[in-house]
């Protein structure tokens, strides 16, 4: 698969109308599709050892999107094979008042992986020009200064404040990719009648979530500026089609292990002490007397 068609070039221009929601490239069935993951899934397994050997990166996936999306099915089906000691999920909800006392990045900084490890960020720092944009209200409740407060060009310096770290963390290896998954609203709307009109899908709605549908054209807005702003070649975002949940979780994996990847990786190499230690074990376990 090319993943290329869903990256957002730095400096480009973002249309979302431009981005199918249903788009399943060369893909008519499921079935190949799922047969796909599971190539990937197993790679992606080969390649967390090495990466966890090698201790020398980390990988952050950051998954944004509307309500029904597919973030949590995406994130159980595509991690499902790599080692649950090398993979770290992050779920951001509504900022706890010690996560208030702190600036915006301040709890996504204390959650990144260690190196040798995968990260998943489940909403993130992005919320911060997303939500509280569109509901400029949340920022009397972040106990910022006057000045603060009251500059019109804040969206803009809290761009910037994200790049600058996302390059922070990419020089001192942390790779980052960024996902947008793209659902449709008609697609959203059959996803909440479902939710709604299944007992065991029940705890998943809330009358809140229609309420946000109701500012649809305002969310894409903003995600359509963020991405603009803050995709860069060292930390992209890719725009994901995300009516076929099938074809999501193939498309992401597929990034994920293009970009590993793309690391060449190796796992360390011993030195001759090293090896000598080994054969000197090796000799030990053998001279043991048999139980």
Known sequence: MKTEKFLVKEGSKV?????????TGDYTDKKQAVKDLEKNVARMRELQDVLYAQDKYSLLIIIQAMDA???????????????????HVVSFKQPSSEELDHDFLWRCQKNLPARGMIGIFNRSHYEEVLVVRVHPQILQFQQLPDDTLNDKDIWNKRFKHIRDWENHLVENGTQIIKIFLNVSRAEQKARFLSRIAEAD???????????????????MKCYKEAMEATSTDKAPWYIIPADKKWFTRLAIA???????????????????EHKAELLEAKKMLEAEPAE
């Open 69 to 87: 999306a597919g973030k949590d099915g995406a994130i159980e089906h595509v991690m499902t094979g790599v080692n649950p000691q090398g993979c």
């Open 201 to 219: 899908k029940n705890w998943k709605f809330s009358i809140g979530d229609v309420k946000e549908r109701g500012m649809w054209n305002e969310y």
């Open 254 to 272: 597929e990034i994920i292990v293009k970009r590993l990847e793309s690391l060449n990786l190796q796992y360390p190499v011993l030195t001759d």
């Open 15 to 23: 249309n979302l109308k431009n981005h199918l929601t249903d788009f």
